[in-house]
């Protein structure tokens, strides 16, 4: 029989009072609580002894490692609203995609919902305590569709949600992984010249005691600390790149990394794109789900992992909150794409804003589809340029001296 920890108010008082009790399901261990006179404040399953599964709940990063990813929730929806439509009540529907599911923390998770719905609970309330698995998007979505006695309609209208935001994101993570590569590659090859083919020079430009020129001084100079220093470098370089993630994700640094990401050529304009997009798409689902404006702008606002961009979403929702418009502090902000802003407008001012943001939203993912494909198509040239000039620098620092003995020799 399963055990249950339980919080509990003891009646007429604010005092808390902690316990454990068995119980076959969530409904019968609420009413021996309240049999006791307590009023329960939280009642959860006691987990068992620390065992890997227990241990990566408890570390945040196993914990990522083990959550369900986009794929992984988007097929889930998808699967609820097949069942749903299909007249299949939600707890069985529950039970179904809980054996079919393949990731374990998913698995765990829909029986403890499916407990608590069983036991009285809607289905918004039983995944909002899971928020590391379903989103402020998606919980306020489940609510609405609850409330207005739709939440087929609204699965569905969540799966194409989450696909598509899927396929923007796997897009913009592919965009952004080949800049990347190619630094890897041309620091690789840089690194090997350095180590492996300066030191082969070396030796003869010792023998020679001529006085090397400037570029052949940095290249020995550099090699020599690599050949005696390399792990020093390694340490220096994952230093940097530990310090530049803590940094971006702090309260001083994230809105300046988040600023200066937006300003870099080619790469800034994606980004500034795929947030656009994301925004859009979201909130254009929430308003055709009957969520209000404002709190539909606050929950898109979550979807956006850029500070810059939040902070003029927060804007946005203060000027609808005091009686203005979407769109004029989203153009003052100069933020969001030209084009969008005015589509917005339009929406606003023929009050056919919902239609206007599925529109505006297939603009958007048509642009980062043209961001994507001119960035990749720079990459080649700026590689080949970059990766010339370091060699060009490394060729003439190695043959300056040779050219020197052949003048001095002749």
């Known amino acids: 029989m399963p055990v249950y920890v339980y919080y509990a108010l003891e009646p007429g ?23 006791q006179g307590q009023i329960p404040t939280r009642l959860e399953e006691d987990s068992p002894g620390l065992n890997l599964q227990t241990l990566a709940d408890r570390i945040p990063f196993l914990s990522s490692l083990t959550n369900p990813t986009l794929k992984d929730l988007a097929i889930f929806t998808q699967q609820l ?63 609405a569709g609850e409330v207005s006695g739709n939440l087929d309609d609204i699965c569905e209208r969540l799966a194409i949600l989450l696909e598509k935001e899927m396929v923007v994101k796997g897009k913009v993570k592919g965009a ?12 690789g090859i840089t690194v090997g010249l350095l180590m492996f083919v300066v030191p082969q020079f070396q030796g003869m430009f010792s023998s020679a005691g001529a006085d090397l020129p400037l570029p052949t001084q940095l290249l020995v100079m550099t090699s020599d600390f690599l050949l005696s220093f390399w792990w020093a470098a390694g340490i220096v370089l994952t230093g940097l790149v530990v310090w530049f993630n803590i940094f971006r994700k702090s309260d001083m640094g994230k809105p300046l990394v988040d600023q200066w990401m937006l300003t870099l050529p080619v790469m800034g304009d994606l980004l500034n794109k795929s947030y656009s997009s994301s925004f859009v798409r979201t909130l254009g689902t929430l308003q055709a789900s009957g969520v209000s404006l404002t709190e539909a702008i606050g929950t898109s606002a979550g979807t956006v992992d850029n500070y810059v961009v939040r902070v003029t979403l927060d804007r946005a929702r203060e000027s609808i909150l005091i009686g203005g418009s979407l769109s004029k502090p989203l153009e003052q902000s100069k933020v969001f794409p030209f084009m969008v802003v005015k589509m917005i407008a339009i929406g606003e001012e023929t009050g056919n804003l919902e239609n206007m943001l599925y529109k505006a939203s297939t603009f958007l993912e048509r642009e980062v589809d043209e ?28 043959y300056l001296p040779i050219f020197d003995m052949h003048k001095l020799m002749g």
Not at 83 to 96: K, Q, Y
Not at 372 to 393: E, K, N, Y
């Open 81 to 143: 609203y097949t069942l749903l439509d299909a007249g299949i009540p939600l707890i069985e529907g529950l039970f179904l995609l809980e054996q079919a599911s393949q990731n374990d923390t998913l698995k765990k998770c829909l029986k403890q919902i499916r407990t608590d719905v069983i036991a009285g609970d809607s289905f918004s309330a039983a995944i909002s305590r899971f928020p590391h698995i379903f989103s402020r998007l998606y919980i306020n979505m489940v609510r």
């Open 371 to 398: 961001a994507i494909d001119q960035m990749t198509s720079l990459i080649q040239p700026v590689m080949t340029v970059v990766l010339g000039g370091i060699l060009m620098f490394i060729l003439l620092g190695l």
């Open 13 to 35: 008082t604010t005092k808390t009072v902690e316990g454990k009790l068995e119980a076959q399901n969530l409904r019968e261990a609420k009413e021996m609580i309240r049999a």
């Open 176 to 187: 952004m992984v080949v800049p990347v590569v190619t630094a890897l590659i041309i620091g």
